[in-house]
T-cell receptor, first 114, second 112 residues
Framework: DAGVIQSPRHEVTEMGQEVTLRCKPI?????LFWYRQTMMRGLELLIY????????DSGMPEDRFSAKMPNASFSTLKIQPSEPRDSAVYFC????????????FGEGSRLTVL | GDSVTQMEGPVTLSEEAFLTINCTYT??????LFWYVQYPGEGLQLLLK?????DKGSNKGFEATYRKETTSFHLEKGSVQVSDSAVYFC???????????FGTGTRLKVLA
């Protein structure tokens, strides 16, 4: 079975540029999560969706960040404009059901903003 | 609020040594508890879980027991291998609020 697929794996961009990260969850999973991982702050939940609907976006740092899930098999996380402090590894994860709690993570997208 | 506290790393052990990584939690409800492992350059993957008090989760030689009386979920392995070198995350999950909380992670380095 294919796992959670993220792209790009690595992105290097300059401050002020728009960045779009993509995620394909595991088929049949109803929940999708975006996390950010840094050395200083650890693993932070940015937003999660249930059946393509955003449920909790309280972790989104500011208006420069936006996330969409237009259908059950695709989600994007966009940063516009990007800043050096956005440099991190961004993980997408999906989960099949509310009660199991198990998350399936992608391999992450490492973002470097110069 | 709910929280997870893990021991600070890094933990450095020789191959075949005994491993314990401490994890304690605070929660208002009845959470499920998890250990995830992250190998270099990869995402987190579930290592083991326990859904209620006194449950023991186990996988790949790792074990953890859900202790409600001490609010702990310590990870143990009797004999570590170099391939166990990774970062280990303790986490709690409450299905009622769909809240998932991760610890800060503990880096384990096993030397040959």
């Amino acid at each position: 079975d294919a796992g959670v697929i993220q792209s790009p794996r690595h992105e290097v961009t300059e401050m002020g540029q728009e960045v779009t990260l993509r995620c394909k969850p595991i088929s049949g999973h109803d929940y999708l999560f975006w996390y950010r991982q840094t050395m200083m702050r650890g693993l932070e939940l940015l937003i999660y969706f249930n059946n393509n609907v955003p449920i909790d976006d309280s972790g989104m740092p500011e208006d420069r960040f936006s996330a969409k899930m237009p259908n059950a098999s695709f989600s994007t996380l966009k940063i516009q404009p990007s800043e050096p402090r956005d440099s991190a590894v961004y993980f997408c994860a999906s989960s099949p059901r509310r009660d199991t709690g198990e998350l399936f993570f992608g391999e992450g997208s490492r973002l470097t903003v110069l | 609020g709910d929280s997870v506290t893990q021991m600070e790393g890094p933990v450095t052990l020789s191959e075949e040594a005994f491993l314990t990584i401490n994890c304690t939690y605070t929660a208002t409800g009845y959470p499920s508890l998890f250990w995830y492992v992250q190998y270099p350059g990869e995402g987190l993957q579930l290592l083991l879980k326990a859904t209620k008090a006194d449950d023991k989760g186990s996988n790949k030689g790792f074990e953890a027991t859900y202790r409600k009386e001490t609010t702990s979920f310590h990870l143990e392995k009797g004999s570590v291998q170099v391939s166990d070198s990774a970062v280990y995350f303790c986490a709690l999950f409450t299905s009622g609020t769909y809240k998932y909380i991760f610890g800060t992670g503990t880096r384990l380095k096993v030397l040959a």
